[in-house]
């Protein structure tokens, strides 16, 4: 029974701290099915708070940074062989104008669930719209040659911004685990200071914590898994009723009823 409960435990901790992920722009579903999936509204689970919602905005922007750039580049070797560009360059536009209004959402907003899930689905129905609009100019090994092109050129622009999404997710985590050490009882916070310094990963912050719970009491192990578990179901209702009330919004104007 204790190992069970042990295992539990572990378990918990282990999913306790939202995994960050950002859209695959790569994925084949477009936005013609409007139903919220799984991944978008486990990804509204941490927007909670402004920097949550901050987080989940800027890897959106980076997701569509990097389809902008791709693109780009496939368009320029296009152009060079002599294809007719123009449709390209016009789906290109209305990235960068969909980029503008994701850098310019307000994260402190009641609304920022629905802004992001919203411009998401936005961003991949473009993503869409370009790769079929490519697929119709080109064959599957033309393809593949102007694939591997765009794989071999790095955007230090790409990179910076990668490094700054990565800060404010360490900045979240930071916050996280305080709050799961406050919970824990425990006062020493060494290992959230090695975390943000990037001499250990999370991992190893969340083994540490697990061992830290082992030690406790089954009643303390018990009162501990429970106010975790209690956060996680109050993040869940929190980003299902910020889906409910878009959804709400939606009907009777033909998106997302």
């Known amino acids: 029974m204790k190992k069970i409960m042990t295992i539990s435990i572990m378990l918990m901790m282990l999913i306790s701290i939202p995994a ?3 859209a695959d722009e790569n ?5 013609e099915d409007t139903e919220i999936d799984n991944e978008t509204l486990k990804e509204t689970q941490i927007m909670n708070n402004s920097l949550g919602a901050e987080i989940r905005l800027l890897q959106l922007q980076k997701a569509i940074l990097k389809n902008i750039l791709k ?9 060079d062989l002599e294809f007719n560009v123009t449709a390209l360059e016009a789906i290109l536009s209305e990235m960068k104008d969909l980029l503008e209004e994701v850098k310019e959402a307000n994260t402190s907003s009641n609304e920022s669930v629905q802004i992001f899930v919203e411009l998401k689905y936005e961003a991949k129905n473009l993503t869409t719209q370009f790769r079929e609009t490519i697929k119709e100019l080109l064959d599957e090994e033309k393809l593949n040659e102007i694939r591997a092109r765009i794989r071999e ?7 910076n911004f990668s490094k700054w999404v990565r800060s404010r997710v360490r900045q979240f985590n930071k ?3 305080y709050r799961l050490y406050g919970i824990i009882g425990e006062a020493d ?3 959230v200071n090695e975390y943000i310094n990037e001499t250990v990963s999370l991992t190893q912050v969340k083994l ?6 082992n030690q406790k009491t089954k009643e303390n192990r018990f009162e501990i898994f429970s106010q975790i578990k209690e956060e996680n179901i109050k993040k869940k209702i929190h980003a299902q009723a910020s889906i409910d009330n878009m959804k709400n919004k939606g009907k009777g104007k033909g998106k997302w009823s």
Request: hydrophobic share 45%.
């Open 20 to 22: 960050f992920v950002i």
């Open 27 to 31: 994925e084949e579903n477009g936005t």
């Open 71 to 79: 693109g780009a580049m496939a368009v320029e070797v296009l152009d």
């Open 153 to 159: 050129m790095v955007s230090e622009e790409l990179q």
């Open 175 to 177: 916050n996280q685990l």
């Open 189 to 191: 916070n060494t290992f």
């Open 208 to 213: 540490q914590i697990n061992k830290l719970i």
